[in-house]
């Protein structure tokens, strides 16, 4: 079982939408986790990071936290073009790790 | 955000021979530093994490002996590809963590390594 685990996609939504990107995680002693965003041929960048349960926002982004449920979500409102990319969803696992999901691709549609 | 800097961002190389890889942050002092491997089409691996002044930890299936890593400063870490071959070839995307937020990765553009 991977240790996190996200739908490859590719998510498709309309410009101006709301896109929502789930990611489960199977370690219960995971304590914060992170969005990532990555264009092709780039490396990484953050978008957010969340440590307790609930919702946290930050501009046009929003990050839920489920520890009973082991589920983080990433909702994009507003989508556009430019956010078209893979979304990497991230753990602290055991060691002081991070463990990537293997990301889900979203396409903002014009 | 910190910034971090890798260099070469791209490099090509002959099979057999060695590529040394860079790792800067270059405006805080990253206590650890991470180097990642990732493949078309495939999320981050992770192959080893380093903290500055002792020897690096591998993950699994990693040689250690094949990809050395040193963590000389709290600015710099290398990554050395000893005998590259064409199954080497892949993205490799260093992360350093460090300063004021403790729990934050920040990662470096990342070098396209490709062996002939």
């Known amino acids: 079982q991977k240790e996190v685990e996200q739908n490859s996609g590719p998510l498709s939504v309309p410009e101006g939408a709301i896109a929502s990107l789930n990611c489960t995680y199977s370690?219960?002693?995971?304590?914060?986790f992170f969005w990532y965003r990555q264009y092709s041929g780039k490396s990484p960048e953050l978008i957010m990071f969340?440590?307790?349960?609930g919702d946290k926002e930050d501009g046009r982004f929003t990050a839920q936290l489920n520890k009973a449920s082991q589920y983080v979500s990433l909702l994009i409102r507003d989508s556009q073009p430019s956010d078209s990319a893979t979304y990497l969803c991230?753990?602290?696992?055991?060691?002081?790790?991070?463990?990537f999901g293997a990301g889900t691709i979203l396409r903002v549609k014009s | 955000g910190a910034v971090v800097s890798q260099h070469p961002s791209r490099v090509i190389c002959k099979s057999g021979t060695s590529v040394k890889i860079e790792c800067r942050s270059l405006?805080?002092?990253?206590?650890?530093m991470f180097w990642y491997r990732q493949f078309p089409k495939q999320s981050l691996m992770l192959m080893a994490t380093?903290?500055?002044?002792?020897?690096?930890?591998?993950e699994q299936g990693v040689e250690k002996d094949k990809f050395l890593i040193n963590h000389a400063s709290l600015t710099l870490s290398t990554l050395t590809v000893t005998s590259a071959h064409p199954e080497d070839s892949s993205f490799y995307i260093c992360?350093?963590?460090?300063?004021?937020?403790?729990?934050?990765?920040?990662f470096g553009p990342g070098t396209r390594l490709t062996v002939l």
């Open positions: 380093s903290n500055e002044g002792s020897k690096a930890t591998y």
């Open positions: 969340i440590y307790s349960n």
């Open positions: 370690d219960r002693g995971s304590q914060s």
């Open positions: 992360s350093a963590r460090g300063g004021m937020a403790a729990d934050e990765q920040f």
């Open positions: 405006d805080f002092q990253a206590t650890t």
């Open positions: 991230a753990a602290f696992s055991y060691g002081n790790k991070l463990v």
